[in-house]
């Protein structure tokens, strides 16, 4: 007989006599119900895959530690950034966001960087991405867009009618079209790209004091891209290749790293800035609002299971901890609601408790209880209610945030100003992309907007040109469109240009 500890068991412990040969009636006879390992087995296997992620589905992931370098306790009270030197361990998930589960990794895509890090005040979630702004800066919009970069309810194929349709329908998108459409919409890994909140997020300190923050990770391995070409290229050879090139980078002791920083904004300057400071097509200028030094990302330690750790993590902008806070960003205030209800849907009322999502540096005392798969001692016997004189833990309003005021009107109120939204792409095409930068953009816009219809390339190429002129009018010339048309539906109000172009 084989020792307990080498015994294959069925997932109830009970050993398991041979896991080759299905019972039969006979030797050549039909397969048995009594089988009941064989039927455990395939009842189990048949529900081996949990709902796909709507967005973000293939991912690769990875654990390590953070590092505060910085003194930031003047602008925040967190914990975790109290003291140069203290550590917080971290997991780290990155993904593209429109491909489902099996895409390829060098797939024209903004790339997700979501940081859960565990700290002793409960799990502190940065849900980023590479990009430090978005296509959109309402929640409302969010599932119409999402539709546009996925697959044609007809012909299951992706659609650069819909995809076109919908940004040029949607003018602020051209500040985030124009980096993805750089190279830096094709990160040659994981490693070699930055990581942004991209959201303003509230940074509160000991006194109450606040303050609006944006954060960002930057690479220590160097910003790395893919051409249109290599990408393409890389998707025949490895399609993997950004999923393997972290995991090997890790085994191999290479561990990655990022340099975390913070641009801060008091709440005057808020009130008096230029454009809305909580509008996410937008940066905050780094002339204005330098960087600082906060700490060190370093991921050295690969998952052990793929499915355990990578799959059924769960990050969520809503998971934040005292001294950090939401902002008015309306996008950001639709995400506190929506990553939540998806984690719900795709892994169950108690997905807080799966140990990738379980916090790890504080113990959970709460009142909820019960539901579908609850993996802990459910309570135990503590009372599930507050009030409570039995010993249940209580409140604490010494880690209430400070009150912000908000005022005017509940109604649906849109952005300001439509020109407001070609000033930052202006600034990219013109001051900071070089002119190769300049013509690899053209290239890959010219390359994937040739696939939609003339009247959508039209009013998505006028938008190019209120960007820059020179913008516009390369990428009209890459598609054989009328100069002189193209300027003209620039010239017109969106609504016109439209009209003009339905
Ligand atoms: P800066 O010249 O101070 O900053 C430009 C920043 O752009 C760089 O620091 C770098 O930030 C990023 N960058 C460099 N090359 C590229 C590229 N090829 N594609 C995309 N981004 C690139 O000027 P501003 O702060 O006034 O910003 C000017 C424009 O730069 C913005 O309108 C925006 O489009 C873009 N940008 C600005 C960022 C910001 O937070 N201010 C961040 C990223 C882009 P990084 O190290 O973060 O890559």
């Not at 859960?116 to 800066?137: A, C, H, M, Q, S």
Request: net charge negative; glycine share 8%; aromatic share 10%.
């Amino acid at each position: 007989m084989k020792s307990a500890k080498e015994r294959m068991t069925t997932g109830f412990g009970m050993p398991v006599d041979d896991d080759l040969n299905s019972q039969t009636a006979g030797r050549g006879g039909p397969v048995l119900m009594q089988d009941v390992h064989l039927l455990e087995k395939l009842a189990h296997f048949d529900r081996e895959r949990i709902p796909e992620r709507v967005v973000h589905a293939k991912g690769a992931g990875a654990y390590g530690y953070f590092e505060v370098t910085g003194d930031v306790t003047a602008y925040t009270r967190a914990a975790f950034l109290s003291e140069p030197g203290k550590r917080t361990e971290v997991f780290v998930r990155f993904s593209t966001v429109g491909g489902e589960k099996g895409s390829a990794d060098s797939e024209r895509d903004p790339r997700g960087f979501a940081v859960k890090f565990y700290t002793e005040e409960g799990n502190y979630d940065l849900v980023g991405n590479n990009t430090p702004i978005f296509f959109i800066r309402d929640p409302l919009k969010f599932p119409d867009f999402i539709h546009t970069q996925k697959r044609n309810p007809v012909t299951n194929l992706k659609d650069p009618d819909m995809f076109w349709d919908f940004l040029s329908l949607t003018p602020e998108s051209v500040h985030q079209v124009t980096i993805l459409f750089s190279d830096r919409g094709t990160p040659k890994s994981y490693r070699h790209m930055n990581g942004y909140g991209s959201h303003t997020f509230m940074w509160y300190n000991a006194d109450g004091d606040h303050y609006w923050v944006k954060l960002h990770l930057k690479t220590e391995q160097g910003i790395e891209n893919f051409t249109a070409e290599e990408a393409e290229r890389m998707r025949a050879i490895d399609p993997d290749c950004a999923t393997r090139d972290l995991f090997e980078a890790i085994k191999g002791g290479d561990f990655p790293s990022w340099s975390l920083q913070v641009q801060i904004m008091t709440p005057e300057q808020a009130r008096n800035f230029r454009f809305d400071p909580f509008d996410l097509t937008k940066v905050w200028p780094h002339a204005e609002f330098p960087l600082q030094e906060v700490g060190r990302l370093v991921l050295d330690r690969n998952p052990r299971n793929y499915f355990a750790d990578v799959e059924q993590a769960a990050f969520s902008p809503a998971n934040f901890v005292p001294g950090i806070g939401p902002s008015p960003d309306k996008m950001l205030q639709g995400r506190l609601f929506s990553y939540h209800d998806t984690h719900l849907h795709r892994l169950g009322p108690n997905y807080h408790l799966l140990p990738v999502n379980a916090p790890k540096a504080c113990r959970v005392r709460s009142y909820q209880r019960d539901g579908a798969m609850r993996m802990d001692d459910n309570g135990g016997p503590g009372p599930n209610y507050w009030p409570n004189t039995f010993g249940g833990p209580d409140p604490d309003p010494s880690v209430a945030p400070p009150a912000v005021q908000v005022e005017g009107p509940a109604a649906r109120h849109a952005y300001r100003l439509e020109e407001d939204d070609f000033v930052q792409a202006g600034r990219l095409y013109r001051k900071v992309m070089d002119p190769v930068d300049r013509e690899h953009l053209i290239g890959n816009i010219v390359g994937h907007l040739s696939g939609a219809c003339r009247r959508i390339q039209l009013r998505q190429a006028a938008l190019f040109y209120k960007v820059d002129t020179d913008y516009g009018l390369r990428v009209a010339r890459g598609l054989g469109l009328d100069p002189e048309r193209v300027q003209s539906l620039a010239q017109m109000s969106q609504q016109e240009r439209v009209e003009a172009t339905s």
